[in-house]
């Protein structure tokens, strides 16, 4: 059990690492200079490394259990692929003209929207008891995140 608990939580690492040097490549984080660094010794995203592991650390440090950080994971995977559904739903047009080999055809709109509202409905879920401290933190992050874009990235407050 502590094997597969720590690979799945090397892998999310992992994924989080290239996920930030990605964004911070394409100038989508604010540092981005910094996390996109790679070191020519080691052939990392050192900066990108050493985010991610502090990250992680303060989340294990103020968690006050295991369900938390599950939690607080769920959630960040169902947000993430909500966010995907709303932008696929609001540029169908361009996805329909640009679609690959595999499509839904006219049922490409209902299955999305029922994802949408499966993932909302999860989520809500896990805000709840017994998830809610969870939850909590996550919607403050999440809303903090919002927030930042509005005011700092797109520079206007809704």
């Known amino acids: ?7 799945a939580g090397l892998s999310s ?12 490549r394409d100038k989508g984080l604010p540092f981005s200079n910094l996390w996109k660094y790679v070191s020519p010794k080691y052939n990392t995203p050192v900066y990108s490394v050493f985010l991610i592991s502090s990250v992680t650390l303060l989340i294990c440090a103020f968690a006050s259990s ?27 047009r361009k996805i ?13 709109l209902p299955v999305q929207v029922v994802s949408l509202l499966w993932t909302v409905f999860i989520t809500v879920i896990m805000v709840v008891p017994p998830f809610g401290l969870g939850g909590k933190v996550f919607l403050v992050t999440a809303g903090l995140i919002i927030l930042y874009y509005f005011a700092v990235i797109r520079k206007n407050l809704i």
């Open 1 to 7: 059990i502590l094997l597969a608990q720590f690979t």
């Open 13 to 24: 690492q992992t994924v989080s690492i290239r996920i930030v040097y990605s964004f911070a």
């Open 66 to 92: 295991l369900r938390m950080i599950t939690s607080i994971s769920t959630l960040g995977l169902y947000f993430a692929y909500a966010i995907t559904m709303v932008v696929a739903i609001i540029e169908r």
């Open 96 to 108: 329909q003209l640009n679609h690959g080999p595999f499509h839904l055809g006219r049922f490409r």
